[in-house]
């Protein structure tokens, strides 16, 4: 099973930007789909971004398309999601988890602490 943390988030301003990482344990993380999810009080958690094992295939919610990446680094076990044009709806906790590729939900239910991104207006 991988173990994950996430770091990366922060205060920023709407219109800002980020870059979340994603480190991950176990010798198999390459064999894993991985994705980033996000949770906010009150609110289901939400699928972000998944990307395949390879990392030749990736996958956006309709909210952060065109403003979020999703990348890895297999050599270093390291997912990592890259957000632009920051907007306050996009205030959350971020987590990253092994993903069930080819839906929105999470291979597993095993969450790190996550990483809180907060955005200004």
């Known amino acids: 099973q991988v173990q994950v943390v996430e770091s990366g988030g922060g205060l920023v301003q709407a219109g800002g930007s980020l870059r979340l990482s994603c480190a991950a344990s176990g010798r198999t993380f390459s064999s894993y789909a991985m994705g980033w999810f996000r949770r906010t009080p009150g609110k289901e958690r939400e699928f972000v971004a998944g990307?395949?094992?390879?990392?030749?295939?990736?996958i956006y919610a309709d909210s952060v398309k065109g403003r979020f990446t999703i990348s890895r680094d297999n050599a270093k076990n390291t997912v990592y999601l890259e957000m632009n044009s920051l907007k306050p709806e996009d205030t959350a906790v971020y987590y990253c988890?092994?993903?069930?590729?080819?839906?929105?939900?999470?291979?597993?239910?095993?969450w790190g602490q996550g990483t809180q991104v907060t955005v200004s207006s």
């Open positions: 990307i395949s094992s390879t990392g030749g295939g990736t």
């Open positions: 988890a092994p993903w069930l590729r080819g839906t929105t939900k999470p291979l597993y239910d095993y």
